[in-house]
């Protein structure tokens, strides 16, 4: 769904709609490298210059970039394949009772703007606090103004089990190539229920970390879910560093 989207009247309050449309403004997400390994019935069929994968011939274009070619070359030859450009991205939301008020509509704002974002991607979102909920699962079709309202409808309650919302986001992933897979968690990192995160953090395809210090934080434990999971780190203490904050952790 376009960003132009969140400027409709919907559920989410006016203050978290304003923050996403702000953060959308500046968000530029860099689009999947090409994987154009051959992969049967994977990914979007395009015609590409032959480079030792796929024998599937594009005969007219092929003759188009022969014609007059006396001396034709390996990639005048066009063929057929499968390119893979989807992510599977998990967007992990602490709505805990430390990221209550201004901080839990700053993480929801950043939601909505990467749902916008990665609208080619399959996208799913967990909320967590000492347990979890799954409000969109990867794949599902649902408009960034949709998942705001679905965020903000969770009460800020409870204590922080962030390894239990990793494992949560692991689940969703199960199946999706290492390549393809990761997970954005946003939070405080105060982590005060369950048992230590790092080891689940370590079994996640990629994990890359958000994280609010605008108020009682853990950046220590942030930093090492993200070294763990191979992921970056990137603190934030308001909407306006978030927009770049995110478009550092898709860089690659």
Not at 153 to 178: I, K, M, S
Not at 218 to 239: E, I
């Amino acid at each position: 769904m376009p960003l132009a989207d969140l400027d409709r009247a919907g559920a989410a309050d006016a203050e978290t709609r304003r923050r996403a449309q702000a953060i959308a403004r500046r968000l530029s997400v860099p689009r999947p490298p090409q994987d154009r390994r051959p992969r049967r019935g994977v990914g979007e069929l395009r015609s590409l210059p032959w480079s030792g994968g796929s024998d599937e011939l594009d005969l007219e274009r092929t003759l188009d970039a022969l014609a007059g070619k006396p001396f034709p070359e390996d990639r005048d030859v066009v063929v057929r394949e499968r390119v893979r450009q989807r992510r599977s991205v998990v967007l992990v939301v602490d709505v805990s009772g430390s990221m209550r008020g201004e901080r839990v509509r700053t993480a929801a704002a950043a939601v909505g703007a990467l749902a916008g974002e990665l609208a080619r991607d399959r996208v799913g979102v967990v909320a967590f606090w000492s347990d979890a909920a799954v409000l969109v699962r990867p794949g599902e079709q649902v408009g960034p103004l949709a998942v705001l309202d679905l965020l903000l409808r969770v009460p800020t309650q409870g204590l922080t089990n962030v390894t239990f919302a990793l494992e949560t986001a692991g689940r969703l992933l199960a199946g999706v190539p290492a390549r393809d897979a990761r997970v954005l968690l946003l939070s405080d990192c105060v982590h005060n229920a369950g048992p230590d995160p790092r080891p689940t953090a370590g079994r996640l395809p990629r994990l890359d970390v958000l994280l609010d210090v605008s108020g009682e934080r853990d950046v220590d434990l942030g930093r090492d879910l993200a070294r763990l999971g191979r992921g970056r780190l990137r603190l934030v203490r308001g909407h306006p560093d978030v927009a770049a904050a995110l478009g550092a952790v898709f860089t690659d």
